[in-house]
């Protein structure tokens, strides 16, 4: 994928990503889940569909409270990882698919709420506006979400800083965080707060493998050295800590 405004121009791939996108990925903290069922997202009864999907994270904690899901990405990749976690959970309400976010395959109305996920920012804007009215039913919700580490921790700033130096690429944040202010439909509601989640070395090298900047558009030499590298920095800090991430979460009725 190539988006004239990210990366400059080069081109990224989260299928490269989706071994470390299922396992280290799920980090969406309690708090986001408990905001979005009060929303009436995967409550028993609603249809719900989730776009730009990945492996399926936000469906995957939610499916057992009975909801009937239908879950796209573009990515097969992506899509077949996340069929792997449900069969795993035995998530037998998730339908996951294939497919881009601006032309489903799905009826008009057919969606109390559809969620978009660290995503929406990568969409062609016209088509997905169209898109999301036509499947929506009359007042139904669409929910987009953003969620980043920041700055504050030494171990963010230190790793975040280290990718900008090898990929120079890289536009980290603010395309996701501008995004979230940037409102596709009238009379949204805005909710931001903050946590800190918890990692190892192992699971914040994961989540630091699984972002934009590094393997979804590396190559393997370059990835090698920084891999090299950011094992060698983690290895000045303690083996438990706690990042502090920023949580966005933007709800319009349609």
Partial sequence: MKIENIDNGNAFDFGKTSAEYAKYRDIYPKELYNKLYEIGIGKNGCSWLDIGTGTGVLPLNLYSYGADIKAIDISESQIAAARILATEKGADNIEFSVSPAEETP?????????????????????????????????????????????????????????????????????????????????????????????????????????????????????????????????????????????????????
């Fill in 106 to 254: 799905f009826e008009n109305n057919s969606f109390d709420f559809i969620t978009a996920a660290q995503c929406f920012w990568y969409f062609d804007r016209e088509k997905i506006i169209k898109e999301i009215k036509r499947l929506l039913k009359p007042n139904g919700i669409f929910v987009k979400i953003y969620m980043s580490y920041t700055l504050d921790d030494e171990i963010a700033k230190k790793s975040h800083e280290l990718v900008k130096k090898i990929n120079t690429s890289w536009t980290p944040g603010a395309s996701g965080s501008k995004d979230m202010y940037n409102h596709p439909f009238e009379n949204g509601q805005l909710d931001i707060f903050e946590c800190k989640l918890p990692f190892t070395h192992e699971s914040w090298h994961g989540r630091m493998l699984a972002c934009r900047g590094t393997k979804a558009s590396m190559d393997k030499e370059t990835l090698s050295k920084w891999e090299k590298a950011h094992l060698e920095l983690l290895s000045q800090y303690p083996e438990e800590f706690k990042i502090n991430h920023k949580i966005y979460i933007a709800t319009y009725k349609i």
